[in-house]
């Protein structure tokens, strides 16, 4: 898992093969640990994936998980890369009152 992980953590960070880390995501057959789903949400950044991004946030809290700073400050960035300006809004409004998250740079 930890060798998943970091292939995974940087295709995610790569232009050219982040959908890769998707791919790789969506082929587990075992639940992703937390590491796993915020990597695949920096490579929804990566890509400017934000619909996907918004759902991998759902996901990893359907999983159990809580959200990280990190994990909602990549979907806020995929929003932002699509023009999406609202839904990025409302992620950070979200990731402060309802989650107790404080938004980093």
Request: aromatic share 8%.
């Amino acid at each position: 898992t930890q060798l998943k992980n970091l292939v995974v953590y940087n295709l995610a960070r790569s232009a050219d093969y982040w959908d890769a880390a998707l791919d790789i995501l969506g082929e587990m057959t075992h639940k992703p640990d937390l590491f796993m789903y915020t990597s695949a949400i920096l490579a929804c950044e990566t890509g400017g994936d934000w619909e996907h991004a918004i759902y991998l946030l759902d996901k990893l809290q359907k999983d159990g998980y809580k959200l990280t700073t990190v994990a909602v400050t990549s979907a806020i960035a995929a929003c932002a890369a699509r023009g999406k300006a609202d839904e990025a809004l409302q992620l950070l409004a979200e990731m402060t009152t309802k989650h107790g998250l404080t938004p980093t740079l």
